[in-house]
């Protein structure tokens, strides 16, 4: 059973085959929500995913990946593969990706309620398993606030048009949102991500966030803008970078007392210092992860020492048993 306290990440798990030029290839658990939930569990926050697992090796290494971290594991109970990706790197260690994933989530009672609730990427727009994340959603608003990151994956959004109609229907049931610069140039070509993240506000979120790579980081509030720089790393590969971000974000949050449909309102006030706070989180969390290989987020100590070596202590309590 899901305690309040606890929170939720609904979508799917990813077995990355990851291909570098003259190297061999190595199989690393991944899976955007699932990399999110082993980022909280990491962190020291109780996280529990609602996924689909096969019973074949890629399913059980996984599995017990996540289990290191103390994430809680549930799944629909189909006995589906294990869904793949072939992830390869370039010389940058900018990552791309080829898919086999099919998403077949059936509906699973969700009780007690979570206190929140995380869902993106290929869990949210692909059916038939997405209209089941999205009645998730919708049936754990009353109890909890809710997250979303697009994570766009354009092998496996379909028609673009239905994808940004899907995308917008997520957006306005949450309470945050979180995008990439590359997410919303394929969404809406041409456009600026700012501009683009203000529309979005304006269907419901407390903020858009919106990563920019090398480049850091913005917040788009009511009230205005917020910008943090990228943390000072020598990248290895940027798989999980934002999975991280996100991870991050919410431990802070959290930290912050602003998860929970009790917390709603407070979210939707948040000051501008909360936010910045929150932000550079979010971003050293990140820069952990880039700076070795894989979805290999930060515990709470190593997110405590990335914030000293950025200048930031002692700003908000974020803690994964201790304070930051």
């Given at each position: 059973?899901?305690?309040?306290?606890?929170?939720?990440v609904?979508?799917?798990?990813?077995?990355?085959?990851?291909?570098?030029?003259?190297q061999?290839?190595?199989v690393?658990?991944?899976?955007?929500?699932?990399?999110?939930?082993?980022?909280?569990?990491?962190?020291?926050?109780?996280?529990?995913?609602?996924?689909?697992?096969?019973?074949?090796?890629?399913?059980?290494?996984?599995?017990?990946?996540l289990?290191?971290?103390?994430?809680?594991?549930?799944?629909?109970?189909?006995?589906?593969?294990?869904?793949?990706?072939?992830?390869?790197?370039?010389?940058?260690?900018?990552?791309?990706?080829?898919?086999?994933?099919a998403?077949?989530?059936?509906?699973?009672?969700?009780?007690?309620?979570?206190g929140?609730?995380?869902?993106?990427?290929?869990?949210?727009?692909?059916?038939?398993?997405?209209?089941?994340?999205?009645?998730?959603?919708?049936?754990?608003?009353?109890?909890?606030?809710?997250?979303?990151?697009?994570?766009?994956?354009?092998?496996?959004?379909?028609?673009?048009?239905?994808?940004?109609?899907?995308?917008?229907?997520?957006?306005?049931?949450?309470?945050?949102?979180?995008?990439?610069?590359e997410?919303?140039?394929?969404?809406?070509?041409?456009?600026?991500?700012?501009?683009?993240?203000?529309?979005?506000l304006?269907?419901?979120?407390?903020?858009?966030?919106?990563?920019?790579?090398?480049?850091?980081?913005?917040?788009?509030?009511?009230?205005?803008?917020?910008?943090?720089?990228?943390?000072?790393?020598?990248?290895?590969?940027?798989?999980?970078?934002?999975?991280?971000?996100?991870?991050?974000?919410?431990?802070?949050?959290?930290?912050?007392?602003?998860?929970?449909?009790?917390?709603?309102?407070?979210?939707?006030?948040?000051?501008?210092?909360?936010?910045?706070?929150?932000?550079?989180?979010?971003?050293?969390?990140a820069?952990?992860?880039?700076?070795?290989?894989?979805?290999?987020?930060?515990?709470?100590?190593?997110?405590?020492?990335?914030?000293?070596?950025?200048?930031?202590?002692?700003?908000?309590?974020?803690?994964?048993?201790?304070?930051?």
């Amino acid at each position: 059973m899901l305690d309040h306290s606890e929170l939720l990440v609904v979508g799917e798990c990813v077995a990355d085959i990851v291909r570098q030029p003259d190297q061999e290839d190595r199989v690393h658990p991944g899976g955007s929500p699932a990399n999110v939930a082993y980022g909280l569990a990491r962190l020291g926050r109780r996280a529990t995913l609602l996924t689909q697992l096969g019973p074949d090796p890629n399913g059980r290494l996984i599995r017990d990946h996540l289990a290191s971290a103390g994430v809680t594991v549930r799944t629909d109970g189909s006995a589906t593969a294990t869904p793949s990706a072939v992830v390869t790197l370039d010389g940058a260690g900018r990552a791309s990706y080829a898919f086999d994933i099919a998403w077949t989530l059936a509906p699973v009672a969700v009780a007690p309620a979570p206190g929140h609730v995380h869902t993106g990427s290929i869990g949210a727009v692909v059916e038939p398993g997405s209209a089941t994340v999205l009645d998730i959603v919708r049936g754990a608003r009353a109890t909890a606030t809710v997250s979303y990151d697009p994570n766009v994956r354009p092998a496996l959004m379909g028609d673009h048009a239905a994808a940004v109609a899907r995308v917008e229907e997520c957006v306005a049931l949450s309470d945050l949102v979180k995008a990439s610069d590359e997410d919303l140039a394929w969404l809406y070509p041409g456009e600026e991500p700012e501009k683009v993240a203000a529309r979005w506000l304006e269907g419901g979120p407390a903020a858009v966030l919106v990563t920019r790579g090398g480049d850091g980081a913005l917040a788009v509030l009511p009230g205005g803008r917020i910008t943090v720089e990228a943390a000072p790393v020598e990248v290895v590969d940027t798989v999980g970078a934002g999975d991280a971000f996100m991870s991050g974000t919410l431990h802070a949050l959290a930290a912050h007392g602003l998860l929970g449909a009790g917390a709603r309102d407070a979210l939707h006030a948040v000051d501008r210092d909360t936010v910045t706070d929150v932000l550079r989180h979010a971003v050293a969390s990140a820069a952990v992860t880039v700076s070795r290989a894989g979805a290999n987020p930060p515990d709470a100590q190593e997110l405590r020492e990335a914030l000293v070596r950025n200048g930031v202590q002692g700003a908000s309590g974020a803690r994964g048993g201790a304070r930051t």
